[in-house]
T-cell receptor, first 112, second 113 residues
């Protein structure tokens, strides 16, 4: 069974601080996605990484896919209160099927 | 372009009852996947429908069943509800089963008492 371990589960930081969220597995994934979810809403796709070693930037967010395609990280620079939410990583298994396996999520609170 | 919609928003049922949840996929998308998200957890894959056929299933019992219609909208049916079925049920649509990007609806919050 493929699993994604996400850490930390909870993060409470002050505005302006940097943070990194990790997503690890012993399995290879064909692609890995990061979502952000607000209370009472569905997850919203932030980024998809496909190639081992790939780095993608979205404003203050930097996403990296591990060389072996088993792990990923999300780094936020100078966090803002608007970044508060649940961050989820999701992998698509060794072959691209669209049947996503999600991590447990990281709840981020950014205090002004 | 209309996004993914789900109905109802909230639902309260009694243990043993049956429930049907509905999802309209985003325009142009022919694949719908359903996920269950328990409180404080990440979503878990229930099953996927592609061109009106089930195209893969997660570790859920047969009392979870689904349908996809010719317009690609979909239903999730749960029979003999149990307390542990209380969760947020999410549907996601995509252009095809192998498309990386899935677009999620707002979910249906089911409470079983």
């Amino acid at each position: 069974t493929q699993l994604l371990e996400q850490s930390p589960q909870f993060l409470s930081i002050q505005e302006g601080e940097n943070l990194t969220v990790y997503c690890n597995s012993s399995s290879v994934f064909s692609s890995l996605q990061w979502y952000r979810q607000e209370p009472g809403e569905g997850p919203v796709l932030l980024v998809t990484v496909v190639t081992g070693g790939e780095v993608k930037k979205l404003k203050r967010l930097t996403f990296q896919f591990g060389d072996a395609r088993k792990d990923s990280s999300l780094h936020i620079t100078a966090a803002q209160p608007g970044d508060t939410g649940l961050y989820l990583c999701a992998g698509d298994g060794a072959s691209n099927t669209g049947k996503l396996i999600f991590g447990q999520g990281t709840t981020l609170q950014v205090k002004p | 372009e209309t996004g993914v919609t789900q109905s109802p928003t909230h639902l309260i049922k009694t243990r043993g009852q049956q429930v049907t949840l509905r999802c309209s996929s985003q325009s142009g998308h022919n694949t719908v996947s359903w996920y269950q998200q328990a409180l404080g957890q990440g979503p878990q894959f229930i099953f996927q429908y592609y061109r009106e056929e089930e195209n893969g299933r997660g570790n859920f019992p047969p009392r979870f069943s689904g349908l996809q219609f010719p317009n690609y909208s979909s239903e999730l049916n749960v029979n003999a509800l149990e307390l542990d079925d209380s969760a947020l049920y999410l549907c996601a649509s995509s252009f095809s089963p192998g498309t990386y990007e899935q677009y999620f609806g707002p979910g249906t919050r089911l409470t079983v008492t």
